[in-house]
Nanobody
Framework: QVQLVESGGGLVQAGGSLRLSCAASRNLIIIRNMAWYRQAPGNQRDLVARIVGGNTTYADSVKGRFTISGDYAKRTVYLQMNSLKPEDTAVYYC???????????????WGQGTQVTVSS
């Protein structure tokens, strides 16, 4: 059973910064890509940022403010969030696609979610 453990959420004032971390358990031996999603109340879960190897993509709403990075050796993905806005308030979920064995199929794994609240 692969586990993703998130940390770093919290309450911050507008204009502030937070850094989210997500560490995958050691049995995830192959990682294809890592990403962060967010879901605000009443909304669908949307992609915030994704990293595949050294390539990154971002939602238009966070470009220039958020930075995704990954340490594949540590099976950890980070999301540095700067210049936070009240509309960034949501539960943030990490997502990792990978395998627990070389012969296994690629599976999709989710973290438990961490609340980010930005006050105006």
């Amino acid at each position: 059973q692969v586990q993703l453990v998130e940390s770093g959420g919290g309450l911050v004032q507008a204009g502030g910064s937070l850094r989210l971390s997500c560490a995958a358990s050691r049995n995830l031996i192959i990682i294809r890509n890592m990403a962060w999603y967010r879901q605000a109340p009443g909304n669908q879960r949307d992609l915030v940022a994704r990293i595949v190897g050294g390539n990154t993509t971002y939602a238009d709403s966070v470009k220039g403010r958020f930075t995704i990075s990954g340490d594949y050796a540590k099976r950890t993905v980070y999301l540095q969030m700067n210049s936070l806005k009240p509309e960034d308030t949501a539960v943030y979920y990490c997502n990792v696609q990978g395998r627990t064995a070389v012969w296994d199929q690629t599976n999709n794994y989710w973290g438990q979610g961490t609340q980010v609240t930005v006050s105006s």
